[in-house]
């Protein structure tokens, strides 16, 4: 028997219960059999060997420990794919932040670096006056401002960043237990 037909004839079976249960039930035994093929067993012996679709509803029916870690399977798997998901989606948001804050920063560093360095070469081989030496301190002083600027990025990324991140992850994980 193919896990399709297995699953409508057990689905035929479990009319005692009540909707959602019937989808609880389903599911588990759909998810059981899906592994059961992943991990290279045949679709077909691991039915049989299931045993009777009657069997499996008449235990299902007289048996409610069955039905409640039937039910606890579900929720866990549920909880796994969220706490897993959440991760990945976090971790990712992290990754595009880290590129952001480190390029912006490479950036700020780099032209405030050659800002400095142009205005203080400017300073020195030629002798501004008046309004031009006005522009070449504001240039070393901007250029010196964007470094420390980008020295401030990249403390805060890499110290608090990512308790931060951490922390928030945490608290979602919270939200969904």
Known sequence: M???AFLKYLKTELDFLRTNEKEEVLKYYDEMIQDAVEGGESEEIFIMNLGEVEDIAKNIREDASLRAQIREKVHIDLRAAFDLSVRLIGYFFFGVLAFVVVTTGFSFLVSGFAAAVHGLFMMATEVPTGSLLLFRIGEVALGIGLVILAIGMFQWF??????VLQKLLEQIRSWIR
Do not use: S, V, W
């Open 2 to 4: 193919r896990r399709t």
């Open 158 to 163: 890499f110290h608090t960043g990512r308790n």
